[in-house]
T-cell receptor, first 112, second 115 residues
Framework: GENVEQHPSTLSVQEGDSAVIKCTYSDSASNYFPWYKQELGKRPQLIIDIRSNVGEKKDQRIAVTLNKTAKHFSLHITETQPEDSAVYFCAAEKEYGNKLVFGAGTILRVKS | EAEVAQSPRYKITEKSQAVAFWCDPISGHATLYWYRQILGQGPELLVQFQDESVVDDSQLPKDRFSAERLKGVDSTLKIQPAELGDSAMYLC?????????????FGPGTRLLVL
């Protein structure tokens, strides 16, 4: 079955710097890769997703890149702000049925 | 903006007791998911409903867990009897359609502590 590994588990950056979180997946049939942000005590919220027919997608300060050959995808946050501090989860869809397999999460701390 | 609702938000129980969690998905969403999130890990799918039918419960410990979505709207997840290892966050999510690559919207979760 699908397995998703996420690195690093914790990441501390200075405000204004960039942050990069990387995920690898095992199922070559996966075609959908969402990223969720979970602030302390709050629900996970979708921040960006990418489908396998594109290699990169941007939304303001957030971008995601996908390398299907290598089976990895990454989240890039530029000009980080304190409100970016949260846990970020990557996920990959199994080959059928809209089932997501999640990575273990990355705790991002943005220091001001 | 419509959101997934869950209750209770917190539940403390003793082992061997029964607990139940409730989820109300976004109106019109056909697919409903229950996830378990252990501290420090990502959510893990327990059961997936399409309308009132279970489409995947392969990771649901059926000796003690049950889930239903009788009218294809809200859903209940039950644990009986609860064990210490069941302490976790239980998240409900919903998606509009039944196909692939549908965005899943999460509720705030129910944090369960079993003593």
């Amino acid at each position: 079955g699908e397995n998703v590994e996420q690195h690093p588990s914790t990441l501390s950056v200075q405000e204004g710097d960039s942050a990069v979180i990387k995920c690898t997946y095992s199922d070559s049939a996966s075609n959908y890769f969402p990223w969720y942000k979970q602030e302390l005590g709050k629900r996970p919220q979708l921040i960006i997703d990418i489908r396998s027919n594109v290699g990169e997608k941007k939304d303001q300060r957030i971008a995601v890149t996908l390398n299907k050959t290598a089976k990895h995808f990454s989240l890039h946050i530029t000009e980080t702000q304190p409100e970016d501090s949260a846990v970020y989860f990557c996920a990959a869809e199994k080959e059928y049925g809209n089932k997501l397999v999640f990575g273990a999460g990355t705790i991002l701390r943005v220091k001001s | 903006e419509a959101e997934v609702a869950q209750s209770p938000r917190y539940k403390i129980t003793e082992k061997s007791q029964a607990v139940a969690f409730w989820c109300d998905p976004i109106s019109g969403h056909a697919t409903l998911y229950w996830y378990r999130q252990i501290l420090g890990q990502g959510p893990e799918l327990l059961v997936q409903f399409q309308d009132e039918s279970v489409v995947d419960d392969s990771q649901l410990p059926k000796d003690r867990f049950s889930a239903e979505r009788l009218k294809g709207v809200d859903s209940t997840l039950k644990i009986q009897p609860a064990e210490l290892g069941d302490s976790a966050m239980y998240l409900c999510a919903s998606s509009l359609g039944t196909g692939r690559q549908e965005t899943q919207y999460f509720g705030p979760g129910t944090r369960l502590l079993v003593l």
